[in-house]
């Protein structure tokens, strides 16, 4: 798989994607997401006796 050309960032007031607005000091640097530990878990449901 070839590596993304990389862009420059936007220099106009209405761009939207947060990289851009970071790189142009509009926005402070935003948080990388930990991968998840165990992605394949069971879904956190309430018990079924209990109302929703």
Do not use: C, H, K, Y
Not at 6 to 31: C, F, N, T, V
């Amino acid at each position: 798989m070839p590596e993304p050309i990389p862009l420059r960032p936007r220099q106009d007031d209405g761009a939207a994607d947060a990289r851009s607005l970071e790189q142009m000091g509009r926005i402070e640097p935003q948080p990388i997401p930990e991968p998840a530990t165990n992605p394949f878990q069971q879904p956190d449901w309430p018990p079924e006796d209990e109302p929703a």
